[in-house]
């Protein structure tokens, strides 16, 4: 028995973590600050970080494992032209966007855990569906209800570090979460043409549901509850008013999410143009996978450089910084191309310095749109998650399809959001930007 009461007094205490003042009945003194265990508990901060970047490593696997498979997919689905076959990428998007608007509100309702799970067997039940398909339709409509599976984790993963963490403390996890989830950029194509060395491209798409079902069962076994029990919010109306209210009615979360969608778009327009890009503009056959991930690299290694420095600088300033810099390179890459000199060396450090700038960005505006909605983290993750992911498929959309055998396009796209962003912050921001916001200090 005191094996049993040893246990129940530790749940308690991890659960009464947000209530400074609540006492515990077996306790006669109130559980202070440094012996209640925090909500991400049983596990460490880095098992934590690795199980949220697991769990958002989904959406780069499910949009870059592919790439590679493209021509192969064309063949083994009739001959499907290669520019309606694209289209997998939007479609995925846009279920994962729209299914983003009503997981929030679930997991500030019923938790984050049990919303995860579920989201994670949709997901891998559509991707076996997708290995199946006979057509494109059934790959379409199993594309889709691939992305509404995936929004769970997406959600879950960035309610639950605002749940744990707040301010500079949130962007700097946010960042290591980032860093490891970049890391699938570079190893995805690399991953699906290695399967297709040795196999067909149903296996390609079968390993998306290996992967899901993977993360299914350590979720099941590991993934702590980390709202806490005051906090869930009932699906009623005046709620959902109030949610909506507070996302709606903050220029700071509207501001940065927007920017996000801004930005993101030219990186979905890559994204959707790199095979065609590398393989066909520039020649390089099968090292596709390689030199794609090459580039995604400097994506990883700057989010890890987030991580170090935006404690000590600031999301403000490191996020506006790179958005600047942004523009001056996407502008030398369009110069570069107008003038005939964008060759393949010269065209991969330009685009691996504007990976760098989406990895200082990425994290930031996430963290700056997310840090005044920590009473309804759920419902500000699924808004700002979807609104940057419809957004930025929106316009990756419109990039990807003006693909014409130039890299014109997408170097077009990069300067012309990476201009829209900065617009966008400089009216969220009134003008002043790289000006780090103090909050005020909290009450205790």
Not at 47 to 58: G, Y
Not at 381 to 404: K, N
Not at 406 to 416: D, L, N, S, W, Y
């Amino acid at each position: 028995m005191a094996w049993s009461n040893r246990f129940t007094l530790n749940y308690k205490r991890n659960m009464q973590r947000s209530s400074p003042s609540a006492e515990i009945e077996e306790d006669t003194e109130p559980v202070s600050e440094d012996t209640r265990p925090p909500r991400y508990a049983p596990l460490s901060v880095t098992s934590f970080v690795l199980l949220l970047a697991a769990l958002m490593c989904i959406n780069a696997l499910t949009t870059d494992i592919m790439l590679p498979a493209f021509p192969d997919m064309s063949s083994g689905l009739g001959n499907v032209p290669v520019t309606e076959l694209q289209a997998i990428i939007p479609i995925y998007m846009l279920g994962f966007g729209i299914s983003q608007l009503f997981v929030g509100f679930l997991a500030d309702r019923f938790g984050r855990r049990p919303v995860l799970i579920v989201g994670l067997v949709f997901y891998s039940f559509a991707s076996i569906a997708t290995a199946l398909s006979g057509d494109l339709n059934a790959l379409l409509l199993a594309r889709f209800v691939q992305g509404i599976g995936s929004a769970a984790p997406r959600v879950i993963s960035q309610a639950a570090v605002r749940d744990c963490f707040e301010g500079r403390a949130m962007a700097r996890i946010m960042s290591l979460v980032l860093t490891v989830f970049l890391i699938m950029p570079v190893i995805a194509p690399s991953v699906g043409q290695v399967i297709l060395f040795t196999s067909s491209w149903r296996w390609v798409l079968g390993s998306m549901a290996i992967f899901g079902l993977f993360l299914l069962v350590v979720s099941a076994f590991f993934m702590p509850e980390t709202l806490h029990p005051s906090n869930r919010r009932p699906i009623r109306f005046s709620t959902i008013s109030y949610a909506l209210k507070s996302v709606f009615g903050n220029r700071q979360t509207v501001g940065y999410t927007v920017s996000a969608g801004v930005f993101f778009g030219a990186l979905f327009g890559y994204v959707g143009s790199s095979q065609p890009i590398l393989s066909d503009v520039y020649g390089v056959g099968e090292w596709f996978a390689i030199v794609f991930a090459g580039i995604a690299l400097f994506m990883s290694l700057s989010s890890f450089l987030n991580a170090s420095l935006v404690e000590r600088f600031g999301m403000r300033l490191l996020s506006h910084g790179a958005t600047v810099a942004a523009i001056i390179v996407s502008l030398a890459m369009l110069g570069a191309d107008e003038a005939g000199l964008l060759t393949l060396w010269v065209y991969l450090p330009l685009q691996g310095a504007i990976m760098l700038m989406v990895g200082l960005t990425f994290a930031n505006f996430n963290a700056l749109a997310m840090e005044p909605q920590g009473h309804v983290a759920g419902v500000a993750a699924s808004f700002t998650g979807a609104t940057t992911v419809v957004l930025g498929a929106s316009i990756g959309y419109v990039i990807a399809s003006h693909y014409d055998g130039t890299v014109t396009p997408v170097a077009f796209g990069f300067a012309i959001c990476s201009i829209g962003t900065l617009i966008v912050l400089l009216i969220t921001e009134r003008g002043q930007l790289f000006v780090p916001h103090h909050a005020p200090p909290r009450k205790h």
